[in-house]
């Protein structure tokens, strides 16, 4: 599961850097797309009973849909 959870952890890194950019960058296309890389990815880490806390910024995790958690 190691390999797994370290996998996983940095593609949520990768995707809040893509979430970064697209708000620096203005476009709002990307960045709503990242953001739902971002909740598969969390919905992935849920349903294998993986602990994300501390895992996402929580400027990110504001703006993310109702209901990520």
Do not use: C, K
Not at 35 to 59: K, N, Q, T
Request: proline share 3%.
């Amino acid at each position: 599961m190691g390999e797994f959870v370290a996998t996983l952890r940095g593609r949520v890194q990768d995707v809040q850097r893509d979430i970064r950019q697209a708000g620096r960058d203005a476009d709002g296309y990307h960045e709503q797309l990242h953001s739902g890389r971002l909740l598969d990815l969390l919905a992935v880490a849920r349903r294998h009973d993986v602990d994300v806390a501390g895992w996402v910024d929580p400027d990110i995790l504001v703006t993310l849909p109702e209901g990520n958690g």
